[in-house]
């Protein structure tokens, strides 16, 4: 059971603390670059439809507002990078938590892209890997680089953790 605690503090640890380094990556991007960063309130709004059997839509911002949806989104954005970290542990054992290495948090951050190109996206009405946005090079190029942000803040949460990790 310890063992099992100590993966989950991990996971939490470490997903959460590379989630922020993503989110500060979008706020750098924002300022530097004038990229707006993904509006939760949307991811929060498609788990509200899901909550109701809706998975699909032609445009998630022309869907119906969901009570709460900014912080459904928030709390999934981030609950999303702590599951992707127990992932990570869960492939190259908490052991890499002790010792963080960056090959496998880099693979895993790529890796993850999958999940909007794969689902969030078409099933937000914006295509297959954003194929039905305005410029889908720019866009699969955005998520590429925030999800390859995402795999260096979990090596860098990781680093950050392991003084809270048993020896």
Known sequence: MAEAAEYLTAAVL????????????GIIRARLL??????YALVGRWFGHLAHGRVCHHRIAASAAIAGERSIGWIAHYLIGIGLAGLLL???GLDWARYPTLAPALIVGIASVAAPFLVMQPAMGAGIAASRMPDPTAARLHSLVTHAVFGAGLYIAAWLARPLLAP
Do not use: H, K, P, Q
Not at 34 to 39: A, E, F, K, T
């Open 90 to 92: 869960a492939i190259v």
């Open 34 to 39: 004038g990229i707006r960063s993904l509006d």
């Open 14 to 25: 470490i997903g959460a603390g590379a989630t922020a380094v993503m989110d500060v990556w």
